[in-house]
């Protein structure tokens, strides 16, 4: 009797035994991973650890039991897309350390110590990315649907060779209760140990790291070097006061003004007005300290803060930095989708009616593109001051040099400063694919060294998005390929204005054809994962954007030399004008609600939306400019949106950069909710601004100075040089 009795008892603990056997093979990846050393005969020091680990879960070892806790495992959520089964990094490599917590131990209940609370070999955590072919799983067409991001904390005797041979059994086994419940079939495509530390020693990170170091010291000097020419020029001008000039130590710096997105203008004060000092400066202060103050924080912060306006245009300030805002919103959500783990969700809220605003946020992009045309365009004709007569016969290779410098004082202006946010994203992306547990779809590290050839040329958008480095970087080539179309209709509008004028309508016309042709010949319809498939066919092409580009310069001509910036209403007809163009550009951002159209009434849309947001601009830029805007044009005036508005550069090209990083610094996924994404846009956004201030201090301001320098040496030559010969005839 006491014999049937202890056998049932023994039965019953084998029978329990098993079953939790069968439910950790089945839950738990990493135990599964262990379980199958007891199946098979292996003698490696990977094989015996991962025994080991095997043995000691079973016998609840207080470190295994950490081990197994810290690895990730299948979650709640599948269905709605959940792939992040991630563990924790950060608990996997502190199970080994033996430093206690600074806690009151006193007041806090904690287990005893025992000698199985640490591991007896290192650990290391590895990353496996794997590919599943679930059906039943919610699919949006994001880049990353299908990949299964799962973390393992691995004995430090396992390489990644053995793990994914392992890994890949189990899964061919089918032993994951996921996989038997949802029929999936899942592969694995790479598997990496996390361990970092190679990519310091990159040549790549030791390039990026030496311009840094060099830039730094450029900039102390500089600042030294300007601060104690300044000194000097406040006390020669309190000898001059008391008509004891000496003419010593006079900064060349405070001749140059700085102005934002448009440069650096030139001193208000003519450079004839003072010839013996303007000697005596070029004398004391030599080209290289010149260059040297170039660098200095001190001149470039004051000039960055500046908002004393010289332009006639205060609103642009107000447009270009509620235009990068809405710029940053759209970024905070498109770079972090690659770590949510509910991205259906984030669709859900984006079918809420304000919510379109976000949605149909491409046409922030558009706000910049009416920009910078319409400034091109005013400032050209503003230098002509309003005439596009051509003297006769026309001087066409004085043309050619015209058009040529234009292109070449913008390319050396914007490119020092992009060049460096290709180093900065390639390192960090080269650091965070060595120590992050998060795969991240934009990859600079793998498309900057094979492409970045693309970028310093700006054609990088006639390439797709997975051949991108930097896919935000597209915009970039897209504006200076308009500049350069831009700058030909200006120039020849001196010499043939109808030729010019029906050559930029012709464009006009023929970018919004193309643009419909290629929503209807794909079927689009502007639904959310519409839009980031088809980023490549109707997005980044620059015919797909040259509209609101185009009728910029449009409205440049128009308010310069048409209306010479005057523009006189009877109250009637300027209310009709604010209820017609704003209602244009609510209709362009709302009409798309519930996203149920035809294949055909998208195509006229993709069309003729974006040329009809520039119209809506441009009649916002004609009223500001005029004394029509009132209270708009004081807001948009305001004096604190000036610094802001200069760094939209230098924030664009950050933006992206930062959301990636601070979500690859993360080792879980994160969640779609209004919340969650209302403190990435603005955490985001702060941070990128302050950021933004020092990108723009160490690699656009001082390039941007010394880019004036190089083109006012050149323009003095050639006075020189046509005096010269002026005197000989």
Excluded at 87 to 96: L, R
Aim: aromatic content about 14%; glycine content about 6%.
């Amino acid at each position: 009797m006491i014999l049937s009795i202890s056998t049932v008892l023994v039965l019953f603990f084998v029978i329990e035994v098993k079953s939790v056997d069968d439910f950790l093979r089945g839950q738990s990846v990493l135990y599964g991973l262990a379980s199958l050393i007891e199946d098979e005969t292996k003698n490696t020091t990977c094989a015996n650890h991962l025994h080991e680990l095997f043995d000691g879960i079973n016998l609840k070892r207080f470190w295994a039991l950490k081990v197994l806790d810290a690895s990730g495992q299948p979650s709640s959520g599948f269905l709605w897309g959940n792939n992040l089964w991630l563990g924790s990094h950060s608990q996997c490599t502190d199970i080994s350390n033996r430093k206690p917590y600074e806690i009151n131990y006193s007041k806090v209940k904690h287990p005893e110590p025992t000698p199985f609370d640490f591991p007896p070999y290192p650990l290391e955590f590895a990353m496996a990315y794997m590919k599943h072919n679930s059906t039943q799983q919610q699919h949006t067409q994001m880049p990353l649907e299908n990949l299964i991001e799962l973390g393992l904390c691995v004995p430090g005797s396992c390489s990644a060779q053995e793990l994914q041979v392992l890994l890949q059994e189990y899964l061919d086994k089918r032993y994951l209760n996921v996989q038997e419940f949802y029929d999936l079939n899942i592969e694995i495509m790479e598997l990496r140990i996390l361990k970092g530390g190679s990519w310091v020693s990159l040549p790549k990170t030791i390039i990026t790291l030496t311009i840094l170091s060099v830039t730094l010291l450029l900039i102390i000097v500089g600042t030294v070097c300007d601060v104690r020419a300044n000194k000097s020029k406040d006390k020669n001008d309190e000898l001059k006061e008391n008509g004891l000039k000496s003419h010593i130590g006079i900064s060349t710096l405070g001749a140059l003004k700085y102005n934002g997105a448009n440069g650096i203008k030139d001193s208000d004060a003519s450079p004839n007005n003072n010839k013996v000092d303007t000697e005596v400066e070029k004398r004391n202060v030599g080209n290289f300290s010149q260059i040297l103050q170039c660098f200095s924080i001190y001149s470039n912060t004051k000039s960055l803060f500046k908002t004393t306006q010289t332009e006639a245009i205060g609103s642009v300030h107000g447009v270009r930095f509620f235009s990068i805002l809405w710029v940053m919103m759209v970024h905070a959500v498109f770079y972090q989708i690659d770590y949510l783990q509910n991205v259906p969700t984030g669709f859900r809220l984006s079918e809420s009616f304000m919510v379109q605003i976000l949605g149909n946020s491409t046409y922030c992009v558009d706000s910049f593109l009416f920009l910078s045309g319409f400034l091109i365009s005013y400032t050209f004709y503003k230098s002509k001051k309003g005439s596009i007569k051509c003297k006769k016969p026309v001087n066409v290779a004085a043309k050619a040099i015209e058009f040529i410098t234009m292109f070449a004082y913008r390319y050396l202006r914007l490119t020092p400063v992009y060049i460096m946010t290709i180093l900065l994203s390639d390192m960090l992306f080269t650091y965070y694919r060595q120590t992050s547990a998060l795969y991240a779809s934009e990859q600079p590290d793998i498309n900057c060294p094979k492409y970045w050839w693309r970028n310093l040329l700006y054609i990088n958008n006639f390439y797709p998005r997975s051949e991108m480095c930097l896919s935000w970087s597209w915009y970039l080539s897209a504006d200076t390929q308009f500049f350069m179309v831009a700058s030909f209709l200006l120039i020849l509008s001196t010499i043939a204005f109808k030729i010019a004028t029906g050559l930029l309508f012709f464009f006009i016309i023929i970018c919004m054809a193309i643009t419909g042709y290629s929503s209807y010949s794909i079927g689009y319809i502007p639904t959310m994962d519409e839009q980031f498939v088809h980023l490549d066919a109707i997005y980044d092409f620059p015919w797909n954007r040259m509209g609101p580009y185009l009728i910029g310069v449009v409205t440049g001509y128009i308010l310069m030399v048409k209306l010479e910036g005057k523009l006189n209403l009877k109250k009637p007809y300027l209310i009709l004008m604010w209820i017609i163009f704003p209602a244009i550009n609510l209709w362009i951002l709302f009409t798309l609600y519930g996203r149920q159209i035809s294949v055909e009434f998208s195509a006229v849309y993709m069309g003729t939306s974006r040329t009809l947001w520039g119209f809506g601009l441009g009649w916002l830029f004609i009223a500001c400019c005029t004394g029509n805007a009132g209270i708009v044009n004081k807001f948009l005036s305001f004096r604190g949106w000036i610094p802001l508005s200069r760094l939209t550069y230098c924030s664009y090209l950050l933006n992206p950069l930062l959301i990636s990083i601070i979500f690859l610094g993360t080792e879980s996924s994160q969640t779609s909710s209004a919340a969650s994404f209302t403190l990435s846009i603005f955490g985001a956004a702060f941070l990128t601004f302050f950021l933004a201030y020092f990108h723009s201090i160490f690699f656009e301001s001082p390039y941007i100075l010394l880019t004036k320098i190089l083109f006012d040496k050149l323009k003095q030559k050639k006075q020189a040089a046509s005096n010269s010969a002026s005197n000989r005839v």
